[in-house]
Structures are given as C-alpha cells and as structure tokens.
C-alpha cells in the first residue's frame, strides 16, 4: 500500500492574508492542516506554530518513547493516537503561552486537523472546524465533528443542517487551538484500503463546495495533487471568501 499526497493552500478572493497553514512529513506520513484565527491578532502566527508543534511532537515521540504525552491519553485508543493527541495539546499550550506573552496577539487560535498513518490504519485528532473526510467506493464520509456553535445546535435537534448552512454564525468556535490553557482534543482510528481518499481541509473548502463536488473531484482527478488544485480552484470559483487548504491523500497499491 502507497500514499499519494497532493496539498494547496490560498488566499482565496476576499481575504487580504492567509491564516491557513499546513505542513507535510512524508517520512513519517504525517498529515497536519491548521486555520488561524485573531486576524489582527495574528491568526497566522497561531496555526504556524500549531502545525509546527504537532509535526516536532510526533518526531520527537518516534525518537523516543520517553517523550511526555500531554492531556489525558485514552486506552480506547492506540499510541500512536494517543500520541497526535498529545501534539495539539501541546500546540495548544503554546499557542496559548504565545498569546499571553504578547498583548498584541491576544486572542488568536487555531483549528488543527492532523492525520497519521501506520501500514494500513490512521490516528485522526482534531480541534475546531477544519475537517477530516474519508472517501471509499464513492461514499464520502466525514470523520470529523465540527467544533463551532451551528454544529452543536445541529446536534441537539435546534437548527437543521440547511439552516446552519445559512447562519451567519458559522465560523462562532466551541472549541480552538490558544484560546484557553487546557482544550478538549477528539481523535479517531480507521482502517485504509487500497482505493480510500482521505481528506483534510479548511472551512473555507467546505463552506464553498459541497460533499457531492468534493467527492466528485476527488474521483475525477488523475492525482492527489490534481485533485488539491482542482477543489482549491472550486472553493475560488464559487466565491472564495475565505482562505481555502487541502491534503488530498490516496491510497493506491504499492508498484
């Protein structure tokens, strides 16, 4: 089994900066996409050091085993989950530390999505609403439970999914990356076969192309990296009102 990765970050129409970020470690294929949030306040700072943090964490972990976990580890899960875990808590931390350093970034965050493959199986952790999506035999799925105000009412019966679509509340967070000193990290395990496309973008994907676009692209496209530049293209085409990142992952049998 092989990993075909393709990734895109832009700035999108409207926004003057880009606060998306993300960072790619093919050697220990680590996937981790992050949205700043603070605009003033730095917004791009945050999910820089937020994708940064997760990808050292992990490397020193596979290092060393001795190296501490942060936050409660769960025996639900692996350790390699417990792990990615452990690395947005301690993004979170600094992040947090960041900002109460320095007066003129208070209040920025960020959202952080990170994916990690071992052989046939991968550890997803998540804050925020940037998600993680999985793509098997044309049935898309998403991993991921988004963090923001309209999700949550959407949960409980209060708002349907059209109208949370409609609500100027979308990008209201319940939860992000620096926004208080301990956060509340969601993690997940799956199996990968040969043919699955895992997904991870930004909310300013998803809030400009719907699943039935996405998937379709991802079917459509010759590569990852077509299938990165074609949905950033979407997400533009369709408005682009909000910076707009994707890692497109295949999973293709090994030549």
Request: with cysteine; glycine share 8%.
């Amino acid at each position: 089994m092989h990993i075909e990765a393709g990734a895109r970050t832009d700035l999108g129409r409207v926004r003057k900066n880009n606060e998306d970020c993300y960072l790619i470690d093919s050697s220990l294929q680590l996937y981790v996409l992050s949205d700043g949030m603070g605009g003033e306040a730095h917004g791009e700072v945050a999910s820089q050091l937020a994708v940064q943090t997760v990808v050292a964490h992990c490397r020193q972990g596979q290092n060393s085993r001795s190296t501490p976990l942060f936050g409660e580890s769960s025996p639900e899960v692996s350790e390699r989950t417990n792990r990615l875990a452990s690395a947005i808590h301690l993004a979170n931390r600094k992040v947090y530390e960041t900002a109460s350093a320095n007066p003129e970034q208070m209040g920025m965050g960020a959202t952080n999505v990170a994916a990690w493959i071992d052989a046939q199986r991968v550890s997803i952790a998540h804050v925020g609403d940037s998600r993680a999506y999985l793509l098997r035999a044309g049935s898309m799925d998403q991993l991921t439970a988004d963090h923001s105000l309209v999700a949550e009412k959407v949960r409980v019966g209060i708002l349907t999914p059209q109208e949370a679509e409609a609500s100027e509340m979308q990008s209201v967070l319940t939860r992000a990356v620096g926004t208080s000193d301990k956060e509340s990290v969601d993690t997940d395990e799956q199996a990968l076969l040969v043919g699955d496309f895992l997904l991870l973008c930004s909310d300013g994907l998803t809030r400009m192309v719907s699943d039935p676009e996405i998937a379709s692209t991802l079917l459509t496209s010759a590569t990852a990296q077509e299938s990165a530049d074609r949905l950033v293209e979407l997400a533009n085409d369709n408005g682009g009102v909000d910076n707009v990142s994707v890692i497109v992952l295949h999973v293709v049998q090994k030549s």
